[in-house]
């Protein structure tokens, strides 16, 4: 499995990609919202697009769609719930389901409800494990709820199914949000300092070769992966002091996804 990883350089810092076999050239395009970008770079390497995955419905995921396949005829892919709010889905994905990409590449896909009511993961069982999350799990942070989606279904799919993952799991999101949501990790955790140096490195990354973190690194860094800190729970309870000491996992993540949103 090749993955590129292609910045789109757009106020809402989308990251496109390009989920190619190695064998076929026969590549699928992850929220392939900059159609121009990803066609060249498709172009570039002589693969051919022949699927589009919609992550979810918001339109900064969905927005490349017809241009990418009128250019390509490719068939689209999305949760089969989405069928309402996405046009022209061609195969509906339920949780389990599994995307053969040429002759080398199969994707699982996961059913992960909270940012949106009908978000898709997907999870490649290749030899490096990897994680197309859109906007349920970014770098250092979380997707909002803001655009119908529900916090206690997002920690459920945090709980559940994302922290169940190997540290080895390459995580790809929808945005780059690796600087903020460190700065957020700060504010909660002062002491975290690997979330420090990061920091500095991430302020001064070129998107265009973004660092790509995995589930270990994410466990270390990600406020919302780390419920269980002390350090994480005192913070909170400084501002909820109803918050007791050894605090359900799902009301500190509840509790860090509202703070999260007026920061
Ligand atoms: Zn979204
Ligand atoms: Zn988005």
New binding site residues.
């Given amino acids: 499995m090749i993955v590129e990883q292609i910045w789109t350089g757009n106020a809402y810092r989308n990251f496109n990609y390009l989920i190619a076999c190695a064998e076929t050239g026969e590549a699928l395009a992850v929220d392939p919202l900059d159609h121009k970008k990803c066609l060249a770079r498709a172009r570039e390497l002589g693969w051919e697009i022949t699927q589009v995955l919609n992550?979810?419905?918001?339109p900064?995921?969905t927005g490349g769609n017809s241009a990418l396949i009128a250019a390509t005829g490719a068939r689209l892919l999305a949760h089969a719930n989405a069928r309402d709010s996405i046009p022209g889905i061609d195969r509906g994905l339920q949780a389990g389901d599994v995307i053969k990409i040429g002759k080398t590449v199969e994707l699982e896909a996961l059913d992960t409800p909270g940012?949106?009511m009908c978000?898709i993961c997907v999870l490649s069982h290749a030899d490096v494990p990897a994680l197309f999350c859109?906007?349920t799990l970014f770098n250092a942070g979380a997707?909002?709820c803001h655009?119908g989606g529900h916090p206690r279904e997002l920690y459920s799919t945090f709980a559940n199914q994302l922290a169940q993952l190997p540290d080895d799991t390459l995580i790809y999101p929808?945005h780059d949000y690796l600087a903020n949501n460190l700065a957020f990790t700060l504010d909660r955790e002062p002491d975290n300092e690997e979330a420090a140096r990061l920091l500095a490195k991430a302020e001064a990354q070129d998107p265009n070769h973004a660092l790509v973190s995995d589930m270990a690194l994410e466990r270390r860094i990600n406020t919302f992966m780390r419920l269980g800190s002390p350090a994480v729970i005192a913070s909170l309870r400084d501002i909820f002091p109803d918050l007791p000491q050894q605090p359900d996992p799902a009301e500190v993540f509840l509790k860090l996804r509202e703070l999260r949103n007026s920061w």
């Fill in positions: 992550t979810h419905e918001h900064d995921h940012h949106t978000h859109g906007d997707g909002n655009h929808g």
